[in-house]
């Protein structure tokens, strides 16, 4: 049977009896700019990657490689998700749209007693560009976290003790240091 098979098809099948033959996640350098990633996909992950593959070519009126294709689409991912890069862009449209002396942003206050209020999102904006989306805590010896992985906004001066939702008194924390200051 395994003769008459395609190739893709005898892998999978392989796969099915020895998953422990699976892809190991890798990265190696190849050149000193160039690394070669090793990772294996699911079917519908590899369907994603065609299907961003196929709209990318279309929209460059080119073919692109994988390479290309992960890199468009890593890009899309970060200009709109990211909240360092989305605080980027907001602060560069408010500079664009208003003269200087008003797009200096002030205290954004909305607290009301020790009722929570959502944080504003200009005022969350201004929290991940002054913190460049990274963990501020900084251990006994003074070096910092730098974690950019789940990061929360974090008030140094808790509501219930007074603080406010101003930019002077919030931080952000990846959520271990958070749930640290909370213990």
């Known amino acids: 049977m395994a003769e008459v098979l395609p190739k893709a098809k005898l892998e999978k099948e392989i796969a099915k009896v020895l998953p422990e033959k699976a892809v190991q996640e890798r990265t190696s350098y190849v050149s000193p700019e160039r690394i070669k990633l090793t990772v294996g996909l699911s079917e519908r992950a590899h369907e994603l990657l065609k299907r961003v593959q196929d709209l990318e070519c279309q929209r460059r009126r080119a073919s692109i490689n994988f390479e290309q294709t992960i890199e468009a689409a890593l890009e899309l991912y970060i200009k709109k998700l990211d909240p360092v890069e989305k605080a980027k ?5 408010e500079v664009k749209t208003t003269d200087a002396a008003a797009s200096v942003p002030g205290h954004i206050v909305g607290l009301y007693g020790f009722t929570r209020v959502r944080l504003p999102q200009r005022l969350k904006h201004q929290i991940f560009l002054r913190d460049k989306g990274e963990c501020q805590h900084r251990d006994q ?3 910092k976290c730098h974690n950019s992985r789940w990061t929360e906004v974090h008030h140094k001066t808790p509501v219930s003790h007074g603080g406010q939702n101003e930019l002077n008194n919030l931080t952000t924390l990846c959520f271990g240091h958070h749930k640290l200051m909370h213990l």
Do not use: K
């Not at 862009?89 to 449209?93: G, N, T, V, Y």
């Open 141 to 143: 010896s003074g070096n």
């Open 89 to 93: 862009a907001r602060f560069e449209s």
